[in-house]
């Protein structure tokens, strides 16, 4: 017995050492990200540099981002915008179509997964060109950059379905075959029962609708190209990195960075729990 | 239909001033002819905006055949020109936004009979701008700076219009002839040059490299002191410097269209092994870094940059900053070898419109921004080389020590001509082979023929 | 959109001939049976719902039919006219002034949604004569015809589905299928940096394009094609089983009794989760770089003497990949198997211990096949979302290093997708990109499929009991 709970402890130091190292891997290059940011920019230039700590510590570079030389400011609005009005739009789609493919069966129902489904398998950058000029033609390029790229991820997004209908297709139809002889119609039992339900799908929908745009580089900067004022913060600050016309901008760069991932890191802290429960319950249904 | 009328006033007005403005006693009936037309139309023109329509079309001939017997008389009254109204694009780098804005309102009180357009300046880098006006011509720059690399991509594509007949010849007086052949692509010039600075030299660490004359002893100096040597040998840009200080050539023949015709290449010779042995020489060393850009370098002893980086390599250095010609280099045959590369060119071009006028006064901006006092504000702005002969014999500019390098350079180097696009992916891909170590300098004489011989093909082939 | 329609009724060819056989037949009955009202809707869409006081569906259809024909002669048919040269008038000069030709592009795109709205309506028009034969047999037989307000509240009731899928439903048609159709015909044509709208035209060329990327002669894309493939595919492959094995472990380890503060493991992980990826990608791509953080560090404490390649070697540049897209795929993997390993009934545990089996013996004939039961459809998803990974790949190495034996501007490092984006944008070479899509459609379709009906969840639905 005594040899039994031996092991464990050795077992279970070993597990914290593990653990404790793989967390100093995982939270390094954060470390790195914020230490950069608050180097001094007028006393060691705002290039790559081989070391990790700062000489001099400074709020330099955030203040530069709002000092007006550049729109670091419009971009994140824009970006925000975009992030919210997603979420909202996309949310209401997918229950829609959720809804209708769980508890509803008409003619096409399953031809129309399968066409979704296979539609699903072509990449997405195949298109990015007809997007543009498509959008072009509703004049949401450019200067409508922020609508446009709206209308694009709100206008596909009914084929993300999967997740929340798995969710639906567990509450028992019984509930709403009771409603119904009650007299409920179908839109009374989706707006007044199916929906207070599904508080937690909902929630893990909003959050992932909310976190995609943030990280929308490619189409972004292939519809808002040579309009400054449109760009979101992917599309404007990968050009702090990749391009030679904005050397010295990698301090900048990770100012920018966290600026950028604290609200949407502490969003997720904040709601880990559903997402989680999504990801859970969508790996299994599949 | 309000923009249909508003085309109908328009062109009613402008059928009016120009008639007004030439006024001989050949053009006057003419003219009466066309005025009261163009009343009638104005009148029907709310009431059936079709028949308007036509009208307002029948105005613009008659309007078109007074021009055509008047056109003399109208030349003389140019200036009385209403170019009406439009707004006009410009894409610069992002450095240079604020100086572009400045000299674009200096441009707007020197021409107030272009007052009628708004001019809006975007920050989009030389290098994505031949992309992004390839990507939709319509929503590019009216006027857009780009680096000259892209000449032929962007008149294949329609993005660029030929320059005016009188601007091409002062463009061509004016500038030195690099730059005039560098916005030429056939026999026609496409572009305005404004920088002739697009070239490359030595930036070193005093205190690191005490002798920067050959490039064994940089690399040495560099290893000792554990610092980076920075060269871009997977740039087509950069490589040059090898190939064409060690004797090979490669150069294309252009049409007028922007088709590549001809390509003159002698990479796969004697010389072409001995720079490409030089390359893998050097990319064998542990100071090696493959990069060209200053602001991105790290621990730097020495670095191969232009002059648009001097700022920063000064920052970089401080006290021990220096600069001067590209070292030569001692081949794999025992001989010594002058580094050579491009001189190459920063160029304004103006896209193809549908406007005559609109044309007119991008064409008027463009000379302008590319002019010798422009040019030379833009060297006390920004540190940008002028191409403009005048501006480059200018004191401020003779002092600069990064440029005096750069001219020191420049008698080694070759003009830049067009090279299809192409060319600079294929150039990445050589030496990234290198980089990567598919070729190093332990290979044999036959691997590096062999990698020539397939570069100096592929080459071949793109020209048709 | 005929196709995967055709694809998918293929195993049922009689049947479907046999429903459009019943179709005809009905709208010939409808007609040879129908009063006047039902023999006008035959041309006048909807006439008949709206004299038999069927305004709502009388019309809707009406409208539609207006729409149709307002759209086609005064938008559509200049561009269908055109869709068999996709536009002959080229871009002239006229002194210095440009006057633009036919544009090939829009030619195609909206000679496509010419087609489709063609077809639209004769959907529509199937849909007016069955309503019609349904109202008049109705009447016939003396029941009444539902008022409007009915067929406007049938909208929230027994017709809910298409109130709701109304928007999403031509949302993905005009921003997905017509893209994709669009860009599928492509494929057919020169459409590249030298025949490009407006200033070109483009025009048909057949199967060419398909022939060039698999030619293997001198110019032809076929060792390249090849070679990005199998990287491709040997990527995905490993990126998802290792990422999966060592959320896998990583979850067990915080699972373990005896483990405290498993919420704060957690969350550490899942920050790569929550930290946009070009933010973090990006530092890290910065961190490894030949004259980066990393090197600085190593060489400074003497590890060694040059740097190490880490983006810059082939098959350096490889591995670094797959270890960083470790640290980006784990945390999801943790997520999952945390909520599933709870799942697992804990007397299998105890009685496996009582057998006497370690906690290797019991992980592997407990634990594993569990999990990869249950987690089957989410392998498959992970393993066809990391075939289309364009974040990682694209964020850390662009596809680079180039080599001399890849053509088209492929890297060592490129996957399919990160050449076609490429491809659209650097070298607008849109007709060789339409191809390569089509290939990548066909490779994640295939291996769906092959994996999809391999999977034990799919063959054996009761299966883990």
């Known amino acids: 017995m005594k040899s039994y709970k031996r092991k464990r402890t050795v077992s279970n130091v070993i597990g914290y050492i593990v653990l404790i190292l793989i967390s100093i891997i995982w939270l390094f290059p954060f470390v790195g990200l914020v230490l950069q940011s608050f180097r001094s920019y007028s006393n060691e230039y705002g290039g790559m540099v081989d070391y990790l700590v700062p000489h001099t510590f400074s709020l330099d570079n955030y203040r530069f981002l709002f000092s007006g030389e550049t729109n670091f400011v419009k971009w994140y609005a824009n970006t925000l915008i975009i992030a919210v009005c997603v979420t909202i739009f996309q949310t209401i789609i997918i229950l829609c179509v959720s809804y209708a493919l769980s508890r509803m069966r008409f003619k096409g129902r399953t031809l129309l997964m399968r066409f979704w489904l296979i539609l699903g398998m072509f990449p997405g950058f195949l298109t990015m060109i007809c997007l543009y000029f498509l959008l072009k033609q509703f004049g949401l390029t450019q200067a409508g950059a922020v609508p446009g790229l709206i209308l694009v991820s709100v206008a596909s997004s009914g084929m993300g379905y999967y997740v929340c209908k798995g969710y639906f297709d567990t509450i028992p139809k019984a509930l709403d075959e009771a409603a119904r002889i009650d007299g409920a119609t179908r839109a009374r039992i989706f707006f007044t029962m199916i929906i207070p339900m599904s508080k937690p799908i909902i929630i893990y929908t909003a959050l992932v609708a909310f976190m995609a745009p943030w990280c929308d580089y490619v189409f972004a900067s292939y519809v808002a190209f040579g309009h400054d004022t449109s760009y979101n913060v992917a599309v404007a600050m990968t050009r702090w990195v990749w391009t030679n016309d904005y050397q010295g901008y990698f301090t900048r760069f990770c100012a920018g960075g966290v600026l950028i991932a604290i609200p949407v890191l502490l969003l997720f802290m904040f709601l880990q729990k559903y997402y989680v429960e999504g990801v859970t319950g969508g790996a299994v249904k599949g | ?464 | 959109m005929g196709g995967d329609a055709n694809n998918k009724k293929k195993s049922g060819a009689s049947l479907f001939f046999e429903a459009i056989g019943n179709g005809f037949k009905e709208i010939g009955v409808t007609f040879a049976q129908g009063d006047i009202k039902t023999k006008l809707s035959f041309i006048i869409l909807g006439l008949g719902p709206i004299l038999r006081g069927q305004f709502v569906i009388g019309i809707a259809l009406l409208l539609c039919e207006v729409l149709f024909f307002w759209f086609m002669f005064g938008f559509g048919w200049q561009y269908l006219s055109k869709i068999t040269t996709l536009g002959t008038i080229a871009t002239k000069k006229v002194k210095r002034k440009t006057v633009y030709g036919d544009n090939s592009f829009l030619i195609l795109l909206f000679g496509i949604l010419c087609v489709f709205a063609i077809i639209a309506l004769i959907t529509i028009w199937y849909i007016n004569i069955k309503e019609n034969r349904k109202e008049e047999l109705a009447l016939k037989s003396g029941k009444k015809l539902p008022t409007n307000g009915d067929a406007l509240r049938s909208l929230l009731d027994k017709n809910f589905d298409k109130t709701l899928l109304a928007l999403p439903v031509t949302g993905v048609f005009v921003f997905t299928v017509l893209p994709i159709v669009f860009m599928i015909l492509v494929a057919f044509t020169n459409y590249d940096k030298n025949h490009q709208s407006p200033t070109n035209l483009f025009t048909w060329v057949g199967l060419e394009n398909f022939k060039n990327l698999v030619s293997f002669s001198k110019n032809g894309l076929g060792p390249t094609f090849v070679q990005v493939l199998l990287w491709t595919l040997i990527w995905a492959f490993l990126a998802t089983f290792i990422d999966y094995f060592l959320g896998l472990a990583v979850a067990i380890l915080i699972n373990k009794k005896g483990i405290k503060f498993k919420k704060l493991w957690r969350t550490i992980l899942v920050m790569t989760i929550a930290v946009p990826q070009f933010v973090s990608l990006l530092y890290v791509m910065k961190m490894f770089a030949n004259d980066g953080l990393i090197n600085g560090y190593l060489k400074k404490w003497g590890f060694i003497q040059s740097y190490i390649p880490f983006w810059t070697d082939p098959m350096l540049a490889r591995i670094t990949i797959i270890v960083v897209n470790i640290w980006i795929g784990i945390p999801y993997m943790m997520l999952i198997a945390t909520g599933l390993l709870m799942n697992i009934p804990e007397d299998l545990y105890e009685s496996a211990k009582i057998d006497g089996a370690n906690g290797w013996q019991m992980f592997r004939s407990i634990t594993l096949p569990y999990m990869l039961f249950v987690t089957g459809p989410f392998l498959l998803t992970q393993y066809t979302g990391n075939l289309n990974n364009f974040n990682v790949i694209y964020l850390l190495t662009q596809g680079k290093p180039q080599s001399m034996n890849l053509a088209e501007r492929a890297g060592n490092t490129d996957l399919l997708v990160t050449w076609l984006y490429k491809m659209t944008v650097t070298d607008t070479n849109y007709k060789m990109a339409a191809v390569l899509g089509i290939v990548v459609f066909i490779v994640t379709a295939v291996v769906s499929l092959v994996v999809y009906n391999m999977l034990p969840s799919v063959r054996d639905e009761e299966g883990f009991q």
């Open chain 2, 1 to 464: 239909m309000k923009k249909k009328l508003v085309s109908v006033m328009l062109s009613t007005a402008v059928a009016a001033t120009m008639l007004a403005g030439c006024g001989g006693s050949g053009a006057d009936s003419a003219a009466d002819t066309a005025q009261s037309v163009a009343d009638a139309a104005t009148e029907t023109a709310d009431a059936v905006e079709e028949a308007a329509g036509d009208v307002a079309d029948a105005a613009e001939d008659v309007a078109e055949d007074v021009t055509e017997d008047v056109a003399d008389a109208v030349e003389e009254a140019a200036d009385d020109t209403d170019y009406g109204t439009g707004e006009i694009k410009v894409w610069v780098a992002d450095n240079v936004v604020d100086f572009t804005n400045e000299q674009i309102a200096t441009f707007q009180s020197e021409h107030p009979e272009f007052s009628g357009y708004t001019f809006t300046v975007e920050p989009v880098g030389e290098g994505d701008a031949a992309g992004n006006m390839i990507t939709d011509v319509e929503a590019g720059a009216d006027v857009y700076a780009f680096a000259q690399d892209q000449i032929a991509r962007l008149v294949t594509a329609g993005a660029l219009e030929e320059v005016e007949e009188s601007n091409a010849e002062a463009v061509k007086a004016e500038n030195d002839a690099g730059a005039v052949s560098a916005a030429t692509v056939g026999g026609t010039l496409y572009a305005y040059p404004i920088t002739s600075d697009n070239g490359y030299f030595l930036y070193y660490d005093k205190s690191v490299v005490s002798d920067p004359s050959t490039l064994e002893g940089i690399v040495a100096d560099c290893e000792a002191a554990g610092k980076n040597f920075y060269c871009e040998i997977n740039s087509g840009w950069y490589q040059t410097a090898f190939f064409f200080g060690a004797g090979a050539e490669l150069t294309y023949d252009t049409d007028d269209e922007g088709n590549f015709t001809k390509c003159n290449s002698t990479y796969a010779s004697d010389a072409g092994v001995v720079a490409l042995k030089e390359i893998a020489e050097l990319a064998s060393s542990k100071s090696f870094q493959n990069g060209s850009a200053a602001g991105e370098a790290t621990n730097v002893g020495a670095i191969i940059d232009g002059t648009w980086d001097a700022g920063t390599v000064k920052d970089l250095f401080g006290d021990n900053y220096a600069c001067a010609k590209l070292p030569t280099f001692e081949g794999a045959d025992g001989k010594s070898y002058q580094m050579s590369g491009f001189g190459g060119f920063k160029l304004l071009g103006v896209k193809p419109q549908q406007d005559d006028n609109k044309l007119a006064v991008c064409d008027a901006l463009a000379a302008f921004l590319s002019s010798e006092d422009v040019q030379l504000a833009r060297y006390n702005a920004v540190g940008w080389g002028p191409s403009n002969l005048n501006a480059q014999q200018s004191d401020e500019v003779k002092a600069d020590e990064a440029l005096s390098a750069l001219a020191e350079q420049l008698q080694y180097t070759i003009p830049q001509g067009q090279y299809p696009g192409e060319y600079w992916s294929l150039a990445t891909s050589l030496g990234d082979s290198v980089i990567s170590g598919e070729i190093t300098k332990d290979s044999s004489d036959d691997d590096f023929m062999k990698a020539l011989e397939d570069f100096q093909t592929t080459c071949e082939g793109y020209a048709q």
